[in-house]
T-cell receptor, first 115, second 117 residues
C-alpha cells in the first residue's frame, strides 16, 4: 500500500501547455516537499509547504497544500522543455515516536515537455 | 544554501567487493542522514536512517549486515555495501537534514551509481 499516491506517473506534453501533478494520502502530513530530479543527479528541493491551505508560487510553478494536509498539487503554467524531469512529492507524516521525520515519497511523475 | 556531497559518484567493481559510499553535509550539521535506493525511472526507497552517535534504523526488508551504516560525526555518514553482487547494482542517494525540528527539509547528494559486474 502506497502511503502517498502521486499521479500521473507519466506526462508527455507540448511546450506551452499547462499541467498539474497530484499527491494524495489518507494520512496527515506535518510538512510536504516537492523535488525535481534529473537523470544521474539527486533530487533538488523546489518547495516546502507546512500550513493547510497554503499556496506557494515559484515562477511558473504553483504549489498547493490541502486544507487537511493530506494532499498537495503542483501546477506548471506554460511548460518548457527545461521543465523535463522527474517530479517527486514527499511528506513527513504527522506522528510521534522515533520517526526522525523521515520522508515518505510518492511514486514520482516523469514529465517530458516537447519543443 | 545547504550542500550535501556524496562520493564517489560512480563505482564499477567485481562481485564480492565491498564498496563504501560517503555522504557529507558541507555547510551545516546533520544529526540525521538518510540513505535511499532508486531504480531507473522510479521513486526513492528509504533504506535506513542514520543517526549521529547511535545505531542506524533500517527499513523493513533491508539487511543490516549487507548495508552497514556509520554516522561518526555531525557531517559524515557512510554506507558500506558488503560483498556486493549484481543485484545490488543501483543508484544510491543520501540526504541530510539540518539539526533541529523534523520539518526541516532534507537536502540530497547527487547520488552514487553502483554497478557490480
Amino acid at each position: 500500500t502506497q502511503l502517498l499516491e502521486q499521479s500521473p506517473q507519466f506526462l508527455s506534453i507540448q511546450e506551452g501547455e499547462n499541467l498539474t501533478v497530484y499527491c494524495n494520502s489518507s494520512s496527515v502530513f506535518s510538512s510536504l516537499q516537492w523535488y525535481r530530479q534529473e537523470p544521474g543527479e539527486g533530487p533538488v528541493l523546489l518547495v516546502t509547504v507546512v500550513t493547510g491551505g497554503e499556496v506557494k508560487k515559484l515562477k511558473r510553478l504553483t504549489f498547493q497544500f490541502g486544507d487537511a494536509r493530506k494532499d498537495s498539487s503542483l501546477h506548471i503554467t506554460a511548460a518548457q522543455p527545461g521543465d523535463t524531469g522527474l517530479y517527486l512529492c514527499a511528506g513527513v507524516v504527522r506522528a510521534g515516536g522515533t520517526s526522525y521525520g523521515k520522508l515518505t515519497f510518492g511514486q514520482g511523475t516523469i514529465l517530458t515537455v516537447h519543443p | 544554501g545547504a550542500v550535501v556531497s556524496q562520493h564517489p559518484s560512480r563505482v564499477i567493481c567485481k562481485s564480492g567487493t565491498s564498496v563504501k559510499i560517503e555522504c557529507r553535509s558541507l555547510d551545516f550539521q546533520a544529526t540525521t542522514m538518510f540513505w535511499y535506493r532508486q531504480f531507473p525511472k522510479k521513486s526513492l526507497m528509504l533504506m535506513a536512517t542514520s543517526n549521529e552517535g547511535s545505531k542506524a534504523t533500517y527499513e523493513q526488508g533491508v539487511e543490516k549486515d549487507k548495508f552497514l551504516i556509520n554516522h561518526a560525526s555531525l557531517t559524515l555518514s557512510t554506507l558500506t555495501v558488503t560483498s556486493a553482487h549484481p543485484e545490488d547494482s543501483s543508484f544510491y542517494i543520501c540526504s541530510a537534514r539540518r539539526a533541529g525540528h523534523s520539518n526541516q527539509p532534507q537536502h540530497f547528494g547527487d547520488g552514487t551509481r553502483l554497478s557490480i559486474l
